[in-house]
């Protein structure tokens, strides 16, 4: 089993809708979890991060962290083309050299 | 902030000759910078953990002869891709750690695209 996984996509939703991206992590004593957002050809780049059991709002992203089910996910509101990117789930586990093991990633598409 | 340059972008080489990746973090210090690497269309990879002051920690099937690592300092880490081959060429990321108490967030270089003829 592998520590973090994702639903590889393609995520297609219209523009305005709400998208939702999943992902799941084995450890449960994993500590942070973050969200990065890569456009093509580019690097990732940090949009979230959340450690506490609940919701975490953005402006139109909205991190939830549910520990019981290991279940981490990013809403993203109102999703305009630009948000067409690849969505990268990583989580922070507490053994190890503190390094982020990363899934491999939703390709969201948001259709005009 | 926390911006993490590289240097260079992109860079094209013969096969055989050996490039050098700078990896630098601007406004803040980083103990420990991370290098990937990423194939077209497929997620990023570790390849190894660049350790200020000490010898890198090197992933499983990553050669540590061929891409040396070095972090002299706590804002400048190096990969130096030794002998490259068309098959080294891709898309090289690092990353650097920036401790927020317990948090664990890393900052990611804008990468360097290899391309080896």
């Known amino acids: 089993q592998k520590e973090v996984e994702q639903n590889s996509g393609p995520l297609s939703v219209p523009e305005g809708a709400i998208a939702s991206l999943n992902c799941t992590y084995s450890?449960?004593?994993?500590?942070?979890f973050f969200w990065y957002r890569q456009y093509s050809g580019k690097s990732p780049e940090l949009i979230m991060f959340i450690y506490s059991n609940g919701d975490k709002e953005d402006g139109r992203f909205t991190a939830q962290l549910n520990k019981a089910s290991q279940y981490v996910s990013l809403l993203i509101r109102d999703s305009q083309p630009s948000d067409s990117a690849t969505y990268l789930c990583?989580?922070?586990?507490?053994?190890?050299?503190?390094?982020?093991?990363f899934g491999t990633g939703t390709r969201l598409t948001v259709i005009p | 902030g926390a911006v993490v340059s590289q240097h260079p972008s992109r860079v094209i080489c013969k096969s055989g000759t050996s490039v050098k990746i700078e990896c630098r973090s601007l406004?803040?210090?980083?103990?420990?910078m991370f290098w990937y690497r990423q194939f077209p269309k497929q997620s990023l990879m570790l390849m190894a953990t660049?350790?200020?002051?000490?010898?890198?920690?090197?992933e499983q099937g990553v050669e540590k002869d061929k891409f040396l690592i070095n972090h002299a300092s706590l804002t400048l880490s190096t990969l130096t891709v030794t002998s490259a081959h068309p098959e080294d060429s891709s898309f090289y990321i690092c990353?650097?750690?920036?401790?927020?108490?317990?948090?664990?967030?890393?900052?990611f270089g804008p990468g360097t695209r290899l391309t080896v003829l």
């Open positions: 450890d449960r004593g994993s500590q942070s």
């Open positions: 990353s650097a750690r920036k401790l927020a108490g317990t948090l664990n967030e890393q900052f």
């Open positions: 990583a989580v922070n586990l507490p053994t190890g050299a503190n390094n982020l093991f």
């Open positions: 660049s350790n200020e002051g000490s010898k890198a920690t090197y």
């Open positions: 406004d803040f210090q980083a103990t420990t």
